[in-house]
């Protein structure tokens, strides 16, 4: 059985402070938002929070968030689709020691793709309780020349050019290179409206280890990522709520409804201490 801190740090979550385990109750006012504001589809600031569930309290999330939220509509055939991260680090893992250390301010390189042909250049960096990410759009046939250095910036889109430099100067900076592959089967559901509510549902979380600069992982080679027990013999589902300054009322609401209780979870952290041997130095 889990118990201490330092065990459950080993498999990448970790217990829940009191503010964390109280739900609703944890939403704090962010920093103030720089000005200008960029472009909706490149830069995200909003609060995070993150659940295990049963599969049947999962179906009871997509029903009660119903009347606010509609399928993304970039989701593959308006249902689930591969959510695939190639996640980058230092030799000496500095991103994978600033999260097990909980530093307050702290980050994650990552080239997501959803194998559509396009590759997200993303940052996510979470000072506080805040989260921030920003990413840049480029076809996935860029992948090696961009984690080399040697893609030109000035062959990205203008409204996400800097998002790519800060990208690479930060994967420079750090000499990041390719750790590990993360997969989920993801179904996200948006806001009807414009309180930038999100909620997303990971099923059949995978792992395995990256040496290349590609996207393209093996298919043989996938482990089962390490998640908590089974309920009634089924996987739980990693289930995350996104929003902007404050929760509705209505997502308060329904997590104290179904007794939903808060973890810190990170795949990649899960994913470099299961797959251990030469990541860990």
């Excluded at 609703?24 to 200008?36: A, D, F, G, K, Y």
């Excluded at 593959?76 to 600033?98: C, I, T």
Aim: with cysteine.
């Amino acid at each position: 059985m889990i118990s201490t801190k330092a065990e459950l740090l080993t498999r990448g979550w970790e217990p829940a402070t009191e503010d964390e385990r109280s739900g609703p109750r944890l939403v704090q006012t962010p920093e103030p938002r720089p000005s200008p504001a960029r472009a909706v589809q490149t830069t995200f600031e909003r609060y995070e929070i993150k659940f295990w569930v049963p599969e049947r309290t999962a179906r009871l999330v997509q029903e009660m968030s119903a009347p606010y939220l509609t399928r993304d509509p970039f989701s593959q055939a308006g249902g689930p689709q591969e959510n695939l991260s190639l996640y980058l680090d230092s030799f000496d893992l500095v991103f994978y020691k600033a999260h097990v250390a909980r530093e307050h301010d702290r980050w994650k390189l990552r080239v997501r793709t959803y194998r559509k042909g396009t590759a997200l250049y993303e940052i996510k960096r979470k000072t506080g309780t805040v989260g921030r990410k920003t990413r840049a759009a480029l076809p996935d046939s860029t992948v090696p020349a961009v984690l080399a250095g040697a893609f030109d910036p000035r062959e990205c889109p203008e409204g996400s050019r800097h998002h790519l430099e800060a990208f690479m100067s930060l994967a420079l900076l750090h000499r990041a290179e390719p750790k590990v592959f993360v997969s989920a089967r993801r179904e996200a559901f948006v806001s009807r409206s414009d309180d930038d509510v999100r909620i997303t549902f990971d099923r059949e979380l995978r792992c395995q280890a990256a040496h290349d600069p590609s996207v393209h992982p093996d298919d043989r080679k996938w482990r089962e990522l390490r998640v908590p027990p089974r309920w009634l013999g089924q996987p739980p589902v990693l289930v995350e709520i996104k929003f902007g300054t404050r929760a509705p009322a209505w997502v308060g609401a329904m997590v104290a409804r179904l007794d939903m209780r808060r973890v810190a979870y990170s795949k990649y952290v899960t994913a470099v201490a299961q797959l251990g041997g030469g990541f860990l130095r």
